[in-house]
């Protein structure tokens, strides 16, 4: 089973941006794939982003790409993910997902961080 | 990338079987075998259930089962349980490297 453990909660304001992160092990980072996954408050889950094994493939959902980006470190066995030029509309808990190389499935996810962008 | 559109809701009593549906594009749902299906239950994180479309990952009860036809993928779960109740999630991959959930399907035990 793979450990991911994400960040706390942030609260900011329309227009700030915010910082993600998610803790894995130096394995995990060279066999899966991360993806971020967020849900709205009462809503479904959207997928938002995905770094590829190597971290060579990023890929980003439609809506959002130009506002979010996924990057990782390999030191620190960890993935962030920055959203920018927030609003209500992101207020959400995000989820970090890890994806064995090609099953095209979440198997573990992290137990998500709470954002509230409000004024 | 629209969401992939469930019913809002499905119920059923104890025993019972019901199936929840999953209806997406030959872009996502129609052009790859590669469905998957979480659970969810309040305040949790999500919970592989089926993946590509229909296997079962290690620990899951075999009473889910997953199946496709053209844009639109099912998941099955008889002899329903107490323990079932809870929001479950359909997601295709939809090419490139991108993936679109469907819109969840609360499933409630009478």
């Known amino acids: 089973q793979v450990q991911l453990v994400q960040s706390g909660a942030e609260v900011k304001k329309p227009g700030a941006s915010v910082t993600l992160s998610c803790k894995t092990s130096a394995n995990t980072l060279t066999t899966h794939y991360i993806h971020w996954v967020r849900q709205a408050p009462g809503q479904g889950l959207e997928w938002v982003a995905i770094i590829s094994p190597g971290g060579d493939v990023t890929d980003y959902a439609q809506r959002l790409q130009g506002r979010v980006t996924i990057n990782r470190d390999i030191i620190t066995s960890t993935v962030y993910l920055d959203v920018s030029s927030l609003t209500s509309e992101d207020t959400a808990v995000y989820y970090c997902a890890s994806e064995v190389a090609k099953t095209s499935y979440f198997d573990d996810w992290g137990l998500g961080t709470l954002v509230t962008v409000s004024s | 990338q629209s969401a992939l559109t469930q019913p809002a809701s499905v119920s059923g009593s104890p025993g019972q079987s019901i199936t929840v549906s999953c209806t997406g594009t030959?872009?996502?749902?129609?052009?790859?075998?590669?469905v998957s299906w979480y659970q969810q239950h309040p305040g949790k994180a999500p919970k592989v259930m089926i993946y590509?479309?229909?296997k079962r990952p290690s620990g899951v009860s075999n009473r889910f089962s997953g199946s496709k036809s053209g844009n639109t993928a099912s998941l099955t779960i008889s002899g329903l349980q107490a323990e079932d109740e809870a929001d479950y999630y359909c997601?295709?991959?939809?090419?490139?490297?991108?993936?679109?959930f469907g819109t969840g399907t609360r499933v409630t035990v009478l």
């Open positions: 997601c295709s991959y939809a090419g490139g490297s991108s993936y679109v």
């Open positions: 590509q479309v229909n």
């Open positions: 030959s872009s996502d749902v129609g052009g790859f075998n590669l």
